[in-house]
């Protein structure tokens, strides 16, 4: 998994992969992400109310994709206010404080994507 870390870690976006919770179909999207330790970090961009969190939430199956290298997963959705905000931080430093606040008005919730 530590080459499926450096990979991501050159990225800017990568494309997720869930299971629709009404259709059962594989439905992908580009998304930002951050890494920390052994996993990947995503913010849906409207919060709690994003169609691919809802998704997760009934499936919590992903899988993550970037330049040739994927994973899948069991995702782990964070609701813990302090945790959220300390993904949030880390979106801030990799993306720049006014793109992430203009991207994601809603920050209610996260998703752990482990990687190791």
Known sequence: MEAARDAFAREREVE???TGRKSGRQISHPVWFVQEEESMFLVPVTGS???WYKNVQRTPMIQVAA???AVSASVTPITDADRVEHIVAMFRDKYGADQVESYYPRHDVAVQVPLG
Do not use: K
């Open 16 to 18: 997720i992969t869930v």
């Open 49 to 51: 109310d994003s169609q």
């Open 67 to 69: 330049n040739g290298t």
